[in-house]
């Protein structure tokens, strides 16, 4: 069975930082690029950051760069979201997801496999 599992989100205070996991499992997860979403209250869900299978950085969202980074720990079938310096507009569900692509393609119908999701609160 395939599975993408994201854990780490929580609430934290402006200026704080959060790492959040994705735990992969049921695929070939270095043959896939792995990317971060996110969905605010009331909006789209839009793109944040990818890694691809060569490890390849690219950014999706302008607002994150320098605040957020990506890694990849093949050994563990994991990937992490670094967030630093965390403001309210980055709260919403961040979700990770995983397309065979080589390289991050940018369009959200590419990726194979979602995760469900987890909650960051971003406090004022």
């Known amino acids: 069975e395939v599975q993408l599992v994201e854990s780490g989100g929580g609430l934290v205070q402006a200026g704080g930082s959060l790492r959040l996991s994705c735990a992969a499992s049921?695929?070939?997860?270095?043959?896939?690029?792995v990317g971060w979403f996110r969905q605010a209250p009331g909006r789209e869900r839009e793109g944040v950051i990818c890694?691809?299978?060569?490890?390849?950085?690219?950014y999706y969202s302008d607002s994150v760069k320098g605040r957020f980074t990506i890694s990849s720990d093949n050994a563990k079938h994991t990937v992490y979201l670094q967030m630093n310096s965390l403001k309210p507009e980055d709260t919403g569900v961040y979700y990770c997801?995983?397309?065979?692509?080589?390289?991050?393609?940018?369009?959200?119908?590419?990726?194979?496999?979602w995760g469900q999701g987890t909650q960051v609160t971003v406090s004022s």
């Open positions: 049921g695929f070939t997860f270095d043959s896939y690029s």
């Open positions: 890694i691809s299978k060569s490890d390849g950085i690219t």
């Open positions: 997801a995983a397309e065979i692509f080589e390289y991050c393609s940018g369009h959200e119908y590419e990726y194979d496999y």
